[in-house]
């Protein structure tokens, strides 16, 4: 039967070219890709269309239109739909398209815009093309940022619910501002819920990391239903601890052992020293609990008092901030006790932005980052669970 079908395919697809030629590479395409996505429904489902199988595990839906653009013309998609699976099933859908499509249509209007307004380059404006497989109008972008602002903006302001751990960071951007270039601040929540999974809370955009920004994007978490949060993990943002402070006042905070052992190394008097006193934090650090967390501590304050005393002064008022994290189960311990999970969501982020380089605007590069965020949010949100909350 297979074997028929993909004779019935290639047929189809040799009959359209030499029937319209090159002008029919996108219908021709689409023979392809909705064969291709026909097949992966029935190996997804474990029966083909039409097939009795108890091993089945569940039904074909019809199909869903679609139109895509490429760089060999207009694609026709019939995405295929399925229905009556597990409730515990991720759900379908065609790895032959990919899943990233939210934010390479953000990608997309990033490059456009700034070919729209003048800042592109010829590099920006061979990859506008090689991406968007077209010619872009202004017409088109303002089209399709209309489409792709609701969707972001959507999930920048869905309702939040219980939140055990929130972790903050924040990283920059270049954006084009009153005539000159400028660092433009993203600042990014991830959370734990409390069904132990992570989900991305919010993102914002402004000129600046002051605290008068942390504050307004904190209380936008918490206007939108963000409760419960038992601890907080950043780096020791002066702008951050002070909102903190305004905001969340009372819940715990655990500043970041990275963080911590890379600022360290400034109080260091002697390159010959930073690796013992790196070992000697990571001890302090690798404590079985908090108790013995402060006897390393102080164990190494006493060492070094003499050959290192600057780095003494900053370990005595700085290290505890890194030790909170031993007020939470052990479970929980390894993975809280840092900002890397956010840190690798920023190098996602940088893969995106490292493309358009500069953005025209604040909004644009909004737009991109709420793109990114949210694609990765809903694959942590139907993923695997990132903390077991049965310890608490």
Not at 32 to 59: K, P, S, T, V
Not at 226 to 243: F, P, Q, T
Not at 305 to 332: C, D, M, Q, Y
Request: aromatic fraction near 6%; hydrophobic fraction near 40%; charge should be positive.
């Amino acid at each position: 039967m297979t074997h028929h079908q993909d004779n019935t395919t290639i047929e189809r697809v040799m009959e359209t070219l030499i029937e319209n030629g090159m002008e029919s590479m996108g219908e021709a395409f689409g023979i392809l890709f909705n064969a291709a996505m026909e097949i992966e429904r029935a190996q997804f489902l474990g029966a083909d269309r039409y097939e009795r199988n108890e091993n089945r595990i569940g039904m074909a839906n019809g199909f869903k239109d679609k139109t895509i653009n490429s760089r060999v013309g207009k694609i026709p998609l019939k995405i295929p739909q399925v229905r009556g699976l597990p409730q515990d099933s991720e759900g379908f859908y065609p790895k032959s398209l990919e899943k990233g499509i939210r934010s390479e249509r953000a990608l997309k209007l990033a490059l456009a815009e700034m070919y729209i307004h003048g800042v592109s380059t010829r590099k920006v404006t061979k990859i506008t093309e090689e991406l968007c497989g077209l010619d872009v109008t202004s017409m088109e972008v303002s089209r399709a940022t209309k489409l792709l602002d609701k969707e972001v903006e959507a999930w920048r302001n869905r309702q939040l619910g219980p939140i055990r751990y929130l972790v903050l960071d924040a990283r920059y951007e270049k954006v084009r501002h009153g005539g000159s270039v400028v660092n433009c601040a993203v600042l990014v929540a991830m959370g734990v819920g409390a069904d132990g999974k992570r989900t991305i809370l919010g993102t914002s955009v402004a000129l600046s990391e002051a605290e008068v920004h942390w504050r307004a994007f904190i209380a936008s978490l918490l206007a939108r239903g963000m409760r419960g949060v038992r601890m907080i993990v950043s780096d020791a943002h002066e702008g951050l601890k002070n909102a903190l402070k305004a905001t969340m006042s009372g819940v715990y905070w655990q500043r970041c052992q990275c963080h911590l052992q890379r600022n360290a190394q400034a109080y260091v008097p002697k390159l010959s020293m930073r690796g013992p006193v790196a070992a000697d934090i990571r001890k302090i650090f690798g404590a079985s609990d908090r108790i013995e967390a402060d006897q390393k501590l102080q164990d190494f304050l006493e060492k070094y008092k003499e050959s290192a005393p600057r780095l003494v002064e900053w370990a005595e008022v700085n290290i505890p901030e890194g030790l909170t994290v031993f007020n939470l189960p052990v479970e929980h311990q390894k993975r809280m006790r840092t900002s890397n999970g956010i840190e690798r969501l920023n190098k996602e982020i940088k893969r995106r932005t490292r493309v358009a380089t500069l953005f025209p605007n604040e909004e644009s590069l909004l737009r991109l980052v709420s793109a990114v965020l949210s694609e990765i949010s809903e694959d942590w949100e139907t993923g695997k669970v990132y903390l077991s909350m049965e310890t608490e």
